[in-house]
C-alpha cells in the first residue's frame, strides 16, 4: 500500500503546486523520521520559499490549505511541521495494507512485460568454487530473485569460459598424466576435486619440468586452442570432457547455497557459430583499431580508458574479452536488460566492455554491472591454480556444524512445546547456517570488503539471519497454535478477511508494524530498480524489531484478549509471516518453520 500512498501524495502535491502556481518538477517527498507520525513527508516548502518570497513554514502552510485530506483514500490527514508537510496515514492505509500482506505472494510486483538476463559466478571451470568468489553467486542469485519479486522475467546464465588457455592446459594435463602422477587424494568425493589434481599437476609441471618436454607439452596447448579457434569438433569435445565434469561438480556445491542457473552459456558457442570472427572483422574497421605489439588491439585513450583492450593475438586466436562482446551482442538480442557480476577485479574489463560495444553501435542503455569486493577470512588468499585456500564447501560444512550446535544448546530454552527429532535438528541447521553465511554476505554493500566472521553471522540475538529467521519460526508457531496452517493463505482456511476490523490494531507496536509490512513493496521496487539486495537485509532488520516489539506488547493468544482483537492481530501475525518469508527469498535464505 506505500507505493498506493505515495502516488497519492504525489497527485495531491502536484494539484496543490499547480493551484498555487509553483513549478511541480521537485515535490521533495521523502520518508520521516521514526519519531515522526507520518507515512511520508515533503521538504518542497525549502525549495519554493525564495520564489513565493515567504519563509519555509508558510508555504508550507499555503500548500497543506490546497490539499483536502477528505478526498484522498489512503491519506487521513496533511499536518505541517515547521517547513515540512506530513501525511498521516488513515484507517484504509492499514485496513487494504493487512487485506494485501495476508496473501502468500505478497511483495510481488506487477509483470513489467521486460526480460532480464542476469549472469553471475562464472568461475572458471577449473576446481572448487573457492570462499573468495562466494559473493558472486550470492549476490547474483539475490539480484535475480530480486528482480522476478520487481516483476521482471529471469533467465539466470553462467557464462562457461571454456576456450581460453586455461582450459587448454587442463585438458592437455588430463589427457597426460594418470592417477599414480598425481600427489594427492581428492579432498572430496566429487569431480571438480577429483579432477583439479590433474590441472595443478599441469601447472607444476610447465613450470618445472626440462625445457624440450615444456615445449613439447606447450606446443600441444596451442594445439588445441587453435583447434578451438578453428570451430573443430575434435578439440571442442576434447575441452568439454574436462569443463563438464567440473562444472557438473562446481554445480553440485553452487546448489548448495542454493544458486541454480537457467542455462550454461559457453563461450565456444560464439566461436563455432561465427559471432567471433564477425567481431573481430569489425573491430578491425573501427578508427580506434591498431596493431602493434603483435596484436590487434583498440585504443580507447580518447575515450577515458588508458589502457587498449587486445582482441586479437598474432597467431589468431581471440581472447577472452573478444568472446564476451560477442556474447553480450547476443545477449542485447534475446532480452530487454542485462546484468552481470562481477569482481572489483574486472572493473577495468567491465568499461572496456561497454565502451567498445557503444563503439560498434551498441545501445548499452540496458546493460548492468554489478561490482563487488571480495569477501576475507582469516586464513588469507585463496588460489585454484596453487590449489591453497578455503573451498565454499568447507565454509558451508562449518556454518551447518555450528548451528547445528547451536540450535542442540538452545534446545533446553525453547518456548514451543514440539518436540524437534533429529531431522528435524539438521534440517535447522542447513536452513540457519546456510542462511546465515548468505546473509551476511548479501546484507552488505557489494563494493565494500568484508571479513566473514562465525560469531556475528550466528548470533540469535544480534541482527543476523538466524534473528530474522526466528521471527518467522515464532509466526509460525503462534499461527499453529490458533489451529492455522502457516503455509497457506488465511483466505483459504475460512477465515473472513473482509470482516477483520484492522482499526482495532490501535497500539503503536500494531501500527508501527503494519507500516512497516506496508513499506515491503516499495523496498522491493527502490532495491530492483537499484540492483542492491542488501536493501532487502536491511529491510528485514527492521521488520525483526517492529514484529519483535508487537510481541511483546500485544499477546495474541491470551485468554484475556478480545476475540475480534484477537482475529485481527492473527491477520498481522500471518501479514508478517508472508512478508518475512518472502523478504528472506528474495535473499535466498530458508524461513524455518520452527527454530
Same mark, same amino acid.
Given at each position: 500500500?506505500?507505493?498506493?500512498?505515495?502516488? $497519492?501524495? /504525489? @497527485?495531491?502535491?502536484?494539484?496543490?503546486?499547480?493551484?498555487? =502556481? &509553483?513549478?511541480?518538477?521537485d515535490l521533495g517527498i521523502e520518508e520521516p523520521p521514526d519519531d515522526v507520525a507520518s507515512v511520508l513527508a515533503s521538504s518542497v516548502a525549502f525549495r519554493l520559499a525564495s520564489e513565493a518570497g515567504a519563509p519555509p513554514p508558510q508555504v508550507a502552510g499555503q500548500v497543506a490549505d490546497e490539499i483536502d485530506a477528505d478526498e484522498l483514500t489512503y491519506v487521513a490527514a496533511v499536518r505541517t511541521q515547521g517547513p515540512y508537510l506530513n501525511f498521516l496515514p488513515s484507517d484504509a492505509y492499514f485496513a487494504e495494507t493487512l487485506a494485501e500482506a495476508t496473501d502468500e505472494g505478497y511483495g510481488h510486483l506487477p509483470d513489467r512485460d521486460a526480460s532480464v538476463v542476469v549472469e553471475h559466478t562464472s568461475a572458471n571451470p577449473t576446481g572448487p568454487v573457492h570462499v573468495g568468489r562466494a559473493r558472486n553467486p550470492i549476490i547474483g542469485d539475490a539480484v535475480a530473485?530480486?528482480? /522476478?519479486?520487481?516483476g521482471y522475467d529471469v533467465d539466470?546464465?553462467?557464462?562457461?569460459n571454456d576456450a581460453g588457455r586455461q582450459m587448454a592446459v587442463f585438458t592437455w594435463a588430463y589427457e597426460t598424466f594418470d592417477e599414480a602422477d598425481l600427489e594427492s587424494e581428492p579432498e572430496r568425493d566429487r569431480k571438480e576435486y577429483d579432477l583439479v589434481r590433474y590441472y595443478r599437476k599441469g601447472n607444476a609441471f610447465l613450470e618445472n619440468a626440462p625445457e624440450e618436454e615444456v615445449e613439447a607439452a606447450e606446443a600441444e596447448i596451442e594445439s588445441i586452442m587453435q583447434g578451438l579457434e578453428a570451430g573443430d569438433d575434435e578439440a571442442y569435445e576434447r575441452v568439454s570432457e574436462v569443463v563438464d565434469q567440473v562444472l557438473g561438480g562446481m554445480t553440485e556445491c553452487l546448489e548448495r547455497l542454493p544458486a541454480e542457473f537457467d542455462e &550454461?552459456?559457453?563461450?565456444?558457442? &560464439?566461436?563455432?557459430?561465427?559471432? !567471433? *570472427? @564477425? %567481431?573481430?572483422?569489425? %573491430?578491425?574497421? %573501427?578508427?580506434?583499431?591498431?596493431? $602493434?605489439? $603483435?596484436?590487434?588491439?583498440? /585504443?580507447?585513450?580518447d575515450h577515458g580508458i588508458d589502457k587498449n583492450l587486445v582482441f586479437l593475438r598474432s597467431d589468431g586466436t581471440s581472447l577472452y574479452a573478444t568472446r564476451d562482446l560477442a556474447h553480450h551482442e547476443w545477449k542485447f538480442d534475446e532480452y530487454d536488460r542485462a546484468v552481470t557480476v562481477l569482481g572489483e577485479d574486472h572493473k577495468l574489463q567491465a568499461r572496456q566492455l561497454r565502451t567498445t560495444l557503444e563503439l560498434l553501435?551498441? =545501445? !548499452?542503455?540496458?546493460?548492468?554491472?554489478?561490482?563487488?569486493s571480495y569477501v576475507n577470512l582469516p586464513e588469507g588468499k585463496m588460489s585454484t591454480r596453487r590449489g591453497t585456500g578455503v573451498d565454499l564447501d568447507d565454509l558451508l560444512d562449518e556454518a551447518i556444524d555450528r548451528a547445528r550446535d547451536e540450535v542442540e544448546d538452545r534446545l533446553d530454552d525453547r518456548i514451543r512445546d514440539d518436540e524437534l527429532d533429529d531431522d528435524d535438528i539438521e534440517r535447522i541447521a542447513h536452513q540457519v547456517g546456510i542462511g546465515?553465511?548468505?546473509? @551476511?554476505?548479501?546484507?552488505?554493500?557489494?563494493t565494500k570488503a568484508i571479513t566473514f566472521e562465525w560469531d556475528r553471522a550466528l548470533d540469535f540475538e544480534a541482527q543476523s539471519a538466524p534473528y530474522v529467521q526466528y521471527v518467522h519460526a515464532r509466526c509460525c508457531g503462534i499461527l499453529e497454535e490458533a489451529g492455522l496452517d502457516p503455509e497457506a493463505d488465511l483466505a483459504d482456511q475460512d477465515v473472513e478477511l473482509e470482516a477483520l476490523e484492522a482499526d482495532l490494531l490501535a497500539t503503536d507496536a500494531e501500527r508501527d508494524l503494519l507500516e512497516t509490512i506496508a513499506r515491503f513493496p516499495a523496498v522491493v521496487d527502490e532495491?530492483? *530498480? *537499484? %540492483? /542492491?539486495?542488501?536493501?532487502?537485509?536491511?529491510? !528485514?532488520?527492521e521488520f525483526a524489531d517492529r514484529f519483535n516489539g508487537f510481541y511483546r506488547e500485544c499477546p495474541v493468544l491470551a485468554d484475556d484478549v478480545d476475540p475480534d482483537v484477537r482475529e485481527a492481530r492473527l491477520a498481522l501475525v500471518a501479514a508478517s509471516k508472508h512478508t518475512v518469508a518472502n523478504a528472506l527469498s528474495i535473499l535466498g535464505v530458508a524461513a524455518p518453520r520452527s527454530m
Open positions: 500500500m506505500f507505493l498506493a500512498l505515495r502516488a $497519492e501524495v /504525489e @497527485d495531491a502535491l502536484e494539484g496543490a503546486l499547480a493551484a498555487l =502556481d &509553483f513549478p511541480t518538477d530473485n530480486l528482480l /522476478e519479486y520487481a539466470r546464465h553462467y557464462y562457461v &550454461f552459456v559457453k563461450e565456444t558457442r &560464439f566461436m563455432r557459430n561465427g559471432d !567471433t *570472427d @564477425d %567481431l573481430v572483422s569489425r %573491430l578491425k574497421d %573501427l578508427d580506434e583499431s591498431v596493431y $602493434e605489439e $603483435e596484436a590487434w588491439q583498440l /585504443e580507447l585513450e553501435g551498441n =545501445d !548499452t542503455d540496458g546493460l548492468r554491472q554489478v561490482l563487488y546465515a553465511v548468505r546473509y @551476511d554476505i548479501v546484507s552488505k554493500q557489494p532495491a530492483g *530498480d *537499484d %540492483l /542492491e539486495p542488501h536493501q532487502i537485509a536491511t529491510y !528485514t532488520r
